[in-house]
């Protein structure tokens, strides 16, 4: 089970901050490449940071690289998104997937499991 669990409001003004975790239940991260995904109105759910399971190695969307960054805690069996410097165009819904074995991907077919996804709007 992977619970997405949001700190902050479902409401962010242009410009603010706002952070997702995405907790996992029921098995270990170790294992586990990790990817957040957005899929606004009308569009496709797009990769948008994903994070490899042991070296860590990240990748950023074009949108969204220098403003977003996303981590892990095996510890605490959780992935983190942190968003700054947020703008209107950010807003979706926010999804956070786990993807068996070391190197995460942008296809988000290749995700075994999901957090139930989150909306966030980002407007004034």
């Known amino acids: 089970q992977v619970q997405l669990v949001k700190s902050g409001g479902d409401l962010v003004q242009p410009g603010g901050p706002l952070r997702l975790s995405c907790v996992v239940s029921g098995f270990s991260l170790d294992y586990y490449a990790a990817g957040w995904f957005r899929q606004a109105p009308g569009q496709e759910r797009e990769d948008i940071a994903c994070i490899n399971s042991t070296d860590r190695s990240t990748y950023y969307t074009d949108s969204v690289n220098g403003r977003f960054t996303i981590s892990r805690d095996n510890a605490k069996n959780t992935v983190y998104l942190q968003m700054n410097r947020l703008k209107p165009e950010d807003t979706a819904v926010y999804y956070c997937?786990?993807?068996?074995?070391?190197?995460?991907?942008?296809?988000?077919?290749?995700?075994?499991?999901w957090g139930q996804g989150t909306q966030v709007t980002v407007s004034s």
């Open positions: 997937g786990a993807k068996r074995g070391i190197s995460s991907s942008e296809n988000p077919e290749n995700y075994e499991a």
